[in-house]
């Protein structure tokens, strides 16, 4: 067999199983599995492969066989413009995410120094996107995840910024600190039954603390907001994500509490996804 008889094999077998992108996914597996680029593989397509090599990817190909989502098969997540280390103590990065680390990046477009507090820093997708760009600015990472710090950590030493990041672990509730320029957060916001219904690729495999966000999917976000009156420096933003059908909601408690929504953005599927707000009072 070569490589492309093994690839195709893998597709098979996820396409049986129902799993949408079986094509990708067997590409991007199959590179794992022997240690090479996509790049090499498609370029080598008539290299023969032995029989331990193919159990290797078969072993893989079982676990997506699953529903294991391939960034935890493979322990790498591509976002923005760098590679995260991913493990089953952390959501992994989210594509619309990158919309909210975009309109950030675009609204802060000067180079002067900020103070950013990260809330649910996860694997440290945000604030390690953001400081890359930004030279100056400096962060805290915070989660109540202990697991989760310890993932970022290794990522923000991977891209060179940990020495620009204070990592705390705890509830943001209990977070008491001096004051931030820019507060930025991706919190769990599905509600319980919406979380009781999600895909076992989903549910199964990544964190309950990362996804939901109390009954109502609001829990997090009005700890978020009513801390951010606090921490915030006058003027200051407070940029976040929301899932769909929550601006409404949202946009009136961060009235309530002192802010001013000066951007509301959507995603690839039109859904309201991310909310840039200015403390106000
Ligand atoms: C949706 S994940 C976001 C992770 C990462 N920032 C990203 O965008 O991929 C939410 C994160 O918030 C953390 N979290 C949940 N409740 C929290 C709380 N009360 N205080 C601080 N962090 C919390 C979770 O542990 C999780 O890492």
């Known amino acids: 067999m070569n490589y492309r008889?093994?690839?195709?094999?893998?597709?098979?077998?996820?396409?049986?199983?129902?799993?949408?992108?079986?094509?990708?996914?067997?590409?991007?597996?199959f590179s794992t599995s022997i240690k090479k680029s996509r790049e090499d593989i498609i370029l080598n397509c008539e290299q023969k492969v032995n029989y331990q090599e193919i159990k290797n990817y078969l072993k893989l190909i079982y676990r997506r066989k699953q529903k294991e989502p391939v960034?935890?098969?493979?322990?790498?997540?591509?976002?923005?413009?760098?590679?995260f280390?991913?493990?089953?103590?952390?959501?992994?990065?989210?594509?619309?995410?990158e919309i909210l680390v975009?309109?950030?990046?675009?609204?802060?477009?000067?180079?002067?120094?900020?103070?950013?507090?990260?809330?649910?820093?996860?694997?440290?997708?945000?604030?390690?996107?953001?400081?890359?760009?930004?030279?100056?600015?400096?962060?805290t990472g915070l989660d109540i995840s202990n697991l989760a710090i310890k993932n970022a950590k290794i990522n923000a030493k991977i891209?060179?910024?940990?020495?620009?990041?204070?990592?705390?672990?705890?509830?943001?509730?209990?977070?008491?600190?001096?004051?931030?320029?820019?507060?930025?957060?991706?919190?769990?916001?599905i509600n319980k039954v919406g979380y009781n219904n999600l895909d076992l690729?989903?549910?199964?495999?990544?964190?309950?603390?990362?996804?939901?966000?109390?009954v109502d999917g609001y829990k997090i976000i009005d700890k978020i907001i009513k801390k951010s009156k606090i921490i915030l420096k006058n003027t200051g933003t407070l940029a976040f994500e929301i899932g769909s059908g929550q601006h409404y909601k949202v946009r009136e408690h961060l009235k309530k509490n002192g802010f001013y929504v000066f951007k509301l953005i959507e995603?690839?599927?039109?859904?309201k996804r991310c909310i840039l707000?200015?403390?106000?009072?």
């Open 5 to 29: 008889n093994v690839i195709s094999r893998g597709t098979k077998i996820l396409n049986n199983n129902s799993i949408k992108t079986a094509n990708i996914d067997s590409e991007i597996l």
């Open 71 to 83: 960034s935890l098969i493979t322990g790498n997540r591509f976002f923005w413009k760098y590679n």
């Open 85 to 97: 280390k991913v493990d089953k103590n952390v959501l992994t990065p989210r594509f619309e995410t």
């Open 102 to 139: 975009e309109q950030i990046l675009k609204t802060f477009n000067q180079s002067e120094n900020l103070n950013v507090l990260d809330v649910g820093l996860g694997s440290g997708c945000i604030l390690i996107s953001l400081l890359k760009d930004k030279s100056k600015w400096h962060g």
């Open 159 to 189: 891209q060179q910024v940990d020495n620009r990041i204070r990592f705390i672990n705890s509830d943001i509730d209990k977070f008491s600190s001096s004051k931030y320029d820019l507060i930025v957060s991706n919190p769990p916001y």
């Open 201 to 214: 690729s989903v549910k199964g495999y990544e964190p309950k603390v990362a996804l939901c966000g109390g």
């Open 267 to 271: 995603d690839y599927q039109n859904i």
């Open 277 to 281: 707000a200015r403390k106000i009072k």
